[in-house]
T-cell receptor, first 112, second 116 residues
């Protein structure tokens, strides 16, 4: 399978714990994006990378959130001190420099 | 304030008929528009796009129309099939970093049900 891969698919955690999600993009894609989707909403942009450089961050990305893309390959999204409001589907997508985004199946976070 | 609006949360259509999904936007800087389809427990998949220099783009059963003066676009599916039943998201972007799409701004989606 050469699509965008996300892990884990589902994470249940207690409030205050840290969680980390991983995304492996399509190999020839330079850009990698993180989105968040909550119930009844469309995906909301969080941040994106071009190769290893983080080029844009949304205001939604509070200081408890950090994303990295070392060596311009896979990416991780870490949420520290999780809150119940962080419960959502976290979607990763990748693209070439231009063109449509290809999304992974998402990582669903449930904060108890 | 939502920049991309899909005012119909749901739409039900008979198989073989036309499905029309609508989308309005407020930001006149948007220059590229896309439609994504999403099945439950899957990520969104790209369907069709249109640049602001065009007013129509067609791909098989799917056609997107853009009316820049009204800041409105629509997706037509003809004929509709039961497998088209999914949530459809409209998305838009502005020029960013050399003209390629920056981040996409999505609407809330319209759930299409195609009845056999």
């Amino acid at each position: 399978d050469t699509g965008v891969s996300q892990d884990p698919r589902h994470k249940i955690t207690k409030r205050g714990q840290n969680v980390t999600f991983r995304c492996d993009p399509i190999s020839e894609h330079n850009r990698l994006y993180w989105y968040r989707q909550t119930l009844g909403q469309g995906p909301e942009f969080l941040t994106y990378f071009q190769n290893e450089a983080q080029l844009e961050k949304s205001r939604l990305l509070s200081d408890r959130f950090s994303a990295e893309r070392p060596k311009g390959s896979f990416s991780t999204l870490e949420i520290q001190r999780t809150e119940q409001g962080d419960s959502a589907m976290y979607l990763c997508a990748s693209s070439r420099y231009t063109g449509e985004l290809f999304f992974g199946e998402g990582s669903r976070l449930t904060v108890l | 304030d939502q920049q991309v609006k899909q005012n119909s949360p749901s739409l039900s259509v008979q198989e073989g008929r036309i499905s029309i999904l609508n989308c309005d936007y407020t930001n006149s800087m948007f220059d590229y528009f896309l439609w994504y389809k999403k099945y439950p427990a899957e990520g969104p998949t790209f369907l069709i796009s249109i640049s602001s220099i065009k007013d129509k783009n067609e791909d098989g059963r799917f056609t997107v129309f853009l009316n820049k003066s009204a800041k409105h676009l629509s997706l037509h599916i003809v004929p509709s099939q039961p497998g088209d039943s999914a949530v459809y998201f409209c998305a838009a972007s502005t020029p960013n970093y050399g003209g390629s799409q920056g981040n996409l701004i999505f609407g809330k989606g319209t759930k299409l049900s195609v009845k056999p």
